[in-house]
């Protein structure tokens, strides 16, 4: 008769020798968070990634259409003739502005910025997860990259926009300078909004299908076709909402840009300590977006 041999079962060693095992030959857990201050480290070693990979998508954007990158100043501009003919002209609401022409294309341009940002944030990693999967990289590099696309979109369409001022009668003036500060508190503000939206899009798909509902009313709020500060001006609005009417980002954005630009939007229709709330817009959003996406960085790309 054979004799069955039986193989007396193995302990698995103890997880404090595989520990020390992983540290003694350099393993470290495959996909695992770094550090906050290795993140960004690793985040500055790839810009010229980010750079590259931004103009690349910009040029395919419009690769399939005949105008091709004609459509990057057209858009905007297109969106401009459709809400002054709504707004400007049926519901009356150039009455009272000057210049609302520029007025109208600056904060149609402005926010188009903010929007788009926001739009090619919620989809970076879900749009993008055969290149998250395939490749080790900081993931804060899709958002940041998509904001800078549509950074360097806007400024193909600020050559139109300087026309159209020029056209209009706008003087070139010293307050034109301050158009890049308000541009680098938006993008600031713009990819920290995107990396959350970023999170939440990785993780729930569907809201990038809800998102332009949101923008949209968003939009309608911001003062992209009228005057905030006519509107806050009358007795029936209750504090609290032409407060927060006045310190919305998006508006205050727009207005900056307008007071940079326009001169006849003077100072006094700015809200109070507008750069201050701007530059504290841009670091709310811009490092607590940054640290929330961080905080999931080894989540991305998993299920």
């Avoid at 698995?12 to 495959?30: E, I, M, W």
């Avoid at 909004?193 to 899009?201: L, Q």
Wanted: aromatic share 12%; hydrophobic share 50%.
């Amino acid at each position: 008769m054979s004799q069955v041999l039986h193989t007396p079962p193995q302990t698995p060693p103890p997880t404090d020798d595989l520990s020390a095992l992983a540290a003694r030959y350099g393993l470290t857990v495959s996909g695992a968070r770094p550090s906050l201050r290795e993140y960004v480290s690793q985040l500055w070693a790839r810009r010229h990634f980010i750079g590259a990979f931004a103009t690349a998508k910009l040029t395919a954007q419009y690769s399939q259409a005949k105008l091709g990158q004609v459509w990057q100043v057209m858009t905007p501009l297109l969106n401009a003739a459709v809400y002054y003919f709504i707004f400007g002209v049926l519901l009356g609401t150039k009455h009272g502005v000057p210049d609302y022409i520029p007025f109208l294309v600056t904060g149609v341009f402005i926010w188009t910025f903010t929007q788009s940002s926001i739009m090619a944030g919620t989809r970076a990693i879900s749009g993008n997860l055969g290149l998250v999967r395939a490749l080790h990289f900081p993931r804060a590099a899709l958002p940041i990259s998509f904001c800078l696309q549509q950074l360097q979109q806007l400024l193909f369409s600020m050559g139109a926009l300087v026309v159209i001022l020029l056209c209009f009668g706008v003087p070139v003036g010293p307050s034109w300078v301050l158009a890049l500060p308000a541009l680098v508190l938006q993008f600031t503000f713009n990819a920290g909004v995107s990396m959350i939206m970023a999170r939440w899009g990785a993780k729930t798909p569907d809201i990038a299908q809800l998102m332009p509902f949101v923008l949209r009313t968003w939009m309608y709020v911001s003062g992209v076709m009228w005057s905030i500060d006519k509107l806050t001006a009358k007795d029936h609005l209750p504090h609290v909402v032409s407060v927060a009417l006045a310190a919305n980002p998006a508006a205050v954005y727009i207005d900056l840009m307008r007071f940079s630009l326009i001169d006849s939007f003077h100072a006094g229709q700015l809200p109070p300590h507008v750069w201050a709330v701007a530059t504290g817009w841009a670091l709310i959003a811009g490092v607590g977006g940054f640290i929330y996406f961080w905080k999931a960085e080894e989540t991305y790309g998993r299920g």
